[in-house]
């Protein structure tokens, strides 16, 4: 049974960082986070293939940063700057394909989910 697991959430103030890890236990072509704030849908936060990183949403230019170290792989995604609508559950999702482009934001380009890790900005 292919696994999916995030890991680093936690409480942090405004201003403050930190680094969510992503671990799959199948070989991840491409790999993205979401996220699902209170009430809201969940929305694409950033993906990554070939180490090509790709924002899905404009508030987080700048301040996360994607990157996949595809010997252990793992998804990393590195929080700075956080402010209190960053508040949110995380969702780390995975392929074993290729995802293009076009579609990286996509919920439905993958096939493999973890259960997410929860970010708490406080103000």
């Known amino acids: 049974q292919v696994q999916v697991v995030e890991s680093g959430g936690g409480l942090v103030q405004a201003g403050g960082s930190l680094r969510l890890s992503c671990a799959a236990s199948?070989?991840?072509?491409?790999m993205g986070w979401f996220r699902q704030a209170p009430g809201k849908e969940r929305e694409a936060v950033a993906a990554?293939?070939?180490?090509?990183?790709?924002y899905c949403v404009d508030s987080v230019k700048g301040r996360f940063t994607i990157s996949q170290d595809n010997a252990k792989n793992t998804l990393y995604l590195q929080l700075n700057s956080l402010k209190p609508e960053d508040t949110a559950l995380y969702y780390c999702?995975?392929?074993?394909?290729?995802?293009?482009?076009?579609?990286?934001?996509?919920?439905?380009?993958?096939?493999?989910w973890g259960q997410g890790t929860q970010v708490t900005v406080s103000s």
């Open positions: 990554i293939s070939g180490r090509v990183g790709t």
């Open positions: 199948v070989r991840s072509v491409s």
């Open positions: 999702a995975a392929s074993d394909s290729i995802v293009m482009y076009a579609t990286r934001c996509g919920e439905d380009a993958y096939n493999y």
